[in-house]
């Protein structure tokens, strides 16, 4: 992780986020199909926060070990259905500064339904999804809060640190295919 001051609150959810999903992957284990090498949710064409690839290229320049091999799979394999960061064995290549999307992916998340807010309903109706390899056979609805990440609380508090990281830049959304080394 980088040991810059800029990154705290950064660092500070993205460890809430990993601490989250660890309490989750205990309380319901056998539930979770994720591992090293599964990959299927490391889609191409994912989009992160000007702080997350801030993060990732520093991660990078210090690791020009891993930014070299990023790079040279990438012109290898040019562009496919998956992430330019993962490596050979399907395995992200920067899993330590991995971004809010790859942290929370494979958990039950939860959001609240676009069309409930769209006629007024202040409470929302909540929405719960899972990596369709994980909670296979089990009805979202009936876990514990505690047990579901909101989606719509961790995007409000990632966008504010976002914009406290860099204003002039809080809105800007970086593809992986612009992290690679060059």
Not at 143 to 156: G, Q, Y
């Amino acid at each position: 992780m980088i040991k810059d001051s800029r990154y705290d609150n950064y660092t500070q959810l993205l460890t809430k986020v990993d601490e989250m999903f660890a309490g989750v992957s205990r309380r319901h284990q056998g539930q979770f199909s994720c591992r090293s090498g599964c990959h299927g949710c490391c889609q191409a064409g994912l989009t992160f926060t000007n702080v997350e690839a801030s993060s990732i290229r520093e991660w990078l320049a210090a690791n020009p070990d891993v930014a070299a091999k990023i790079s040279d799979a990438a012109q290898m394999f040019g562009d496919n259905d998956f992430c330019a960061m993962l490596d050979r064995e399907g395995r992200c290549s920067i899993y330590e500064v991995r971004p809010m999307i790859c942290r929370s992916h494979g958990m039950p998340v939860s959001w609240e339904a676009d069309d409930a807010l769209q006629s007024g309903d202040l409470q929302g109706v909540e929405s719960r999804d899972v990596c369709p390899l994980n909670f296979d056979g089990v009805d979202l609805s009936a876990l514990p809060k505690t047990d579901v990440l909101s989606l719509d609380k961790l995007n409000i508090v990632l966008s504010l640190i976002n914009r406290k990281f860099d204003e002039e830049k809080s809105g800007t959304r970086f593809s992986v295919e612009e992290l690679i080394p060059r």
